[in-house]
């Protein structure tokens, strides 16, 4: 069967590192997943010498329609913040790094024919595509242990890809090294987290009595329309919870309680439709106007491969619509799939995040029909030293055979925006150099 096309240019750029420059290898291409259908990676070796001494990262950004080769690596873990200068938590110190633009129609990735994904199984069987062709035209990577981690949305289709890589594996349709896979922040049980906003806000004293009673409220009505197997009206349905949510706290992050909202966010003008209102809450803070300049501007110049008519962004907002359908489908038995195959399945959650709350994740890891879970639960966590602040917590964790949860602490939803030293050390303990 003959492979995708496939376009690759490379360069070199500095990275600087306890003082000292590093030449360091970038790639990046397009591949055609379906007929009309064409998603963008980029692709950083790994600094600090042979990068097939570290382990591949490929790294997934929520939404759905936020660019992880923008936001992703210009926002949290590339070599370069958005300003074009060096970051000292870059996770290419310990790992060579795969952003891909997914689905189809986020960031640099489009589609010409209407070719939206609808669900994560689509999203998945387009990512089978390109890991297939990644790997085959790559070969010095099939060796390397191989990661997918993710954040947000995120989550929810790395737990989907996985499982699909798994099978591909299996069947020896693609050579790859895959050793885990780690989901922060994800959006795994929706339903888990929208039902346990009303307590975490309580018990953070941004809701009163009443405000706790108007939210389980909107929890409930989002709940019935899950029951009743509507996901396009939980959807919208989720949309009003947090609109109530942001009514009786004045405006709070869902990203971070403890940062203040945008403007763009926190006002909800009339006229809007649910959707334009989810996206310009969850997707636009992932595309804000700075990155966008930036990624329409001199990152577009240096690629030299986006085409004319295509912007930056440009489909985000279908992308999002499109999946409206499927977004508040939980993937737990995607989870359990993947540890009963001894897939190596990481949880990780930041202490100040809303809108995926940390007392949600652990209500649906303890639904988990994995036989190691009563074991696991029996496990006491273990203190992390805070990098950055050396004899301070920085964070959490248990590990019991292929599971592990990270508890990170004075962290929110991004977590190696808000914790880029913490989120590097787990990230060396989760692919095992330390």
């Known amino acids: 069967m003959e492979l995708p096309r496939v376009a690759v240019w490379l360069l070199s750029f500095l990275l600087i590192d306890s003082g000292r420059t590093e030449p360091a290898s970038e ?13 963008f990676w980029w692709l950083y070796n790994g600094s600090g010498g042979n990068f097939k001494e570290l382990p591949l990262v490929m790294w997934l950004q929520g939404g759905p329609g936020g660019s992880s080769c923008g936001f992703g690596n210009f926002e949290e873990i590339g070599p370069l913040d958005r300003d074009l200068k060096p970051r000292n938590t870059t996770w290419v110190k310990a790992a060579s790094v795969l952003f891909v633009d997914n689905p189809v129609g986020t960031g640099y990735s489009y589609t010409d024919n209407n070719g939206f994904a609808k669900d994560v199984a689509t999203v998945a069987e387009d990512m089978m595509v ?7 035209s790559k070969a010095e990577f099939q060796g390397v242990p191989f990661y997918i981690f993710s954040e947000s949305y995120g989550g929810k289709m790395a737990a989907a890809i996985s499982l699909y890589l798994s099978k591909a594996i299996s ?7 895959f050793a885990g896979v780690a989901l922060g922040d994800s959006w795994i049980s929706p339903m888990d987290s929208v039902r346990t906003w009303g307590p975490y806000l309580y018990s953070t ?7 706790l009673s108007e939210v389980r409220k909107a929890a409930k009505a989002v709940e019935e329309a899950i029951t009743q197997g509507d996901f396009l009206k939980a959807t919208q349905l989720w949309s009003t919870a947090e ?8 405006g709070v992050n869902f990203y971070n309680i403890l940062t203040p909202a945008s403007e763009e966010r926190v006002s909800s003008v009339a006229g809007h439709g649910y959707l334009a209102l989810l996206v310009r809450r969850h997707v636009k803070p992932l595309h804000r106007q700075s990155l966008s300049e930036l990624m329409n501007g001199p990152i577009r110049k240096k690629l030299k491969v986006i085409p004319q008519n295509v912007t930056w962004g440009g489909q985000s907002e279908a992308v999002f619509s499109y999946m409206a359908g499927d977004f508040m489908k939980p993937v ?8 009963a195959a001894g897939i190596n399945v990481t949880v990780y959650n930041g202490q100040l995040d809303l809108i995926v709350d940390t007392i949600g994740q652990e209500l649906w890891v303890k639904k988990l029909k994995w036989t190691g879970l009563p074991s696991f639960n029996n496990l006491r966590w273990t203190p992390l030293d805070d990098p950055a602040a050396p004899g301070q917590t920085g964070a959490f964790y248990k590990t019991y055979q292929n599971f592990a949860f990270y508890w990170i602490l ?3 939803h991004m977590i190696p925006s808000d914790q880029g030293n913490m989120a590097l050390k787990m990230l060396t303990m989760v692919t095992r150099q330390e």
């Open 27 to 39: 790639s990046w291409g397009y591949v055609d997943v379906r007929e009309g259908a064409h998603m």
């Open 130 to 136: 390109l890991l297939k062709n990644f790997f085959s």
């Open 171 to 177: 069947k020896g349709e693609i050579k790859c090294s």
């Open 205 to 211: 004293s941004l809701l009163d009595d009443n405000g």
């Open 243 to 250: 609109s109530v949510v942001e009514e009786n706290t004045n």
């Open 332 to 339: 737990v038995d995607i989870v359990d799939e993947l540890l």
């Open 410 to 412: 004075k962290a929110g």
